[in-house]
T-cell receptor
Framework: GAGVSQSPSNKVTEKGKDVELRCDPISGHTALYWYRQRLGQGLEFLIYFQGNSAPDKSGLPSDRFSAERTGESVSTLTIQRTQQEDSAVYLC?????????????FGSGTQLSVL | AQKITQTQPGMFVQEKEAVTLDCTYDTSDQSYGLFWYKQPSSGEMIFLIYQGSYDEQNATEGRYSLNFQKARKSANLVISASQLGDSAMYFCAISPYNFNKFYFGSGTKLNVKP
């Protein structure tokens, strides 16, 4: 596609439910990132995928968070047993993943609200 | 470890004036890249400008320039001739050469006054 696509754009859920957020990166981009942005805050790194390498999961805040990526395409971020503190915008970004310095292309984000 | 510090939570500037947004960083890497992103109220993150740690000249992209002072570990963004559409959050970020993580600052909210 022309840009990074995220769905849904908004998700309201009840505390304790599981949610799944989807990211479709730019075609040909081997690197994919998930970030969390709480209201009025900066971006918090969650997880990074690069090609077929093992993902860097060092930013995942708890074992309720997990993410998968199918090859070099779609990624899903799953949050189990959601808590109110999980409410945030979840941003996905991708880059070519070829050289050392590349800009990130971001999606529009998923606004998650946990009631 | 990497760290980005943006000390200005909010800034005001008059339309058509220039404004400087501060960014300092801390890194143990010798090779790294510095980036600035704009986030309007719509939430989209828009890439503005990039500076490599070995670049001797300051980066420029249209009305945006990056005042890179390596010894002081600062990478300030300068916006010339501010426009109302420049009102947004601005984030500074650093990425070490292996680019597996981008570290973002807490952002500066810029308001351009007519």
């Amino acid at each position: 596609g022309a840009g990074v696509s995220q769905s849904p754009s908004n998700k309201v859920t009840e505390k304790g439910k599981d949610v799944e957020l989807r990211c479709d990166p730019i075609s040909g981009h081997t690197a994919l990132y998930w970030y969390r942005q709480r209201l009025g805050q900066g971006l918090e790194f969650l997880i990074y995928f690069q090609g077929n390498s093992a993902p860097d999961k060092s930013g995942l805040p708890s074992d309720r968070f997990s993410a998968e990526r199918t090859g070099e395409s779609v990624s899903t971020l799953t949050i189990q047993r959601t808590q109110q503190e999980d409410s945030a915008v979840y941003l996905c970004a991708s880059s070519l993943g070829v050289t050392g310095f590349e800009k990130l292309f971001f999606g529009s984000g998923t606004q998650l609200s946990v009631l | 470890a990497q760290k980005i510090t943006q000390t200005q939570p909010g800034m005001f500037v008059q339309e058509k004036e220039a404004v400087t947004l501060d960014c300092t960083y801390d890194t143990s890497d010798q090779s790294y890249g510095l980036f600035w992103y704009k986030q309007p109220s719509s939430g989209e993150m828009i890439f503005l400008i990039y500076q490599g740690s070995y670049d001797e000249q300051n980066a420029t992209e249209g009305r945006y320039s990056l005042n890179f002072q390596k010894a002081r570990k600062s990478a300030n963004l300068v916006i010339s001739a501010s426009q109302l559409g420049d009102s947004a959050m601005y984030f500074c970020a650093i990425s070490p050469y292996n680019f597996n993580k981008f570290y973002f600052g807490s952002g500066t909210k810029l308001n351009v006054k007519p």
